[in-house]
């Protein structure tokens, strides 16, 4: 199954991820950062379609 990954060196921690993922799996992390659960991610894509600066892939 496809999952979300992050990358963190081009994540600006803008929020939108987070705001715009329908199961909740995407939060922001201590450095500012998204990070995804992976357990509840079900890659359907929406964070990386929202994200303005193209830092997530579903895979």
């Known amino acids: 199954m ?3 990954k992050i ?3 081009t994540c600006i921690g803008c929020g939108v991820c987070e705001g715009t993922c329908p ?3 995407i939060k ?3 450095e ?3 990070e995804v659960d ?3 991610c079900i ?3 929406a964070c990386e379609g929202s994200c303005p ?7």
């Open 38 to 40: 992976q357990a509840k």
């Open 43 to 45: 890659g359907c894509g």
């Open 7 to 9: 990358n963190q060196g």
């Open 28 to 30: 922001l992390n201590a």
């Open 53 to 59: 600066v193209s830092a997530i892939k579903v895979e």
């Open 2 to 4: 496809s999952k979300a």
């Open 32 to 34: 500012g950062k998204a």
């Open 23 to 25: 199961v909740s799996a």
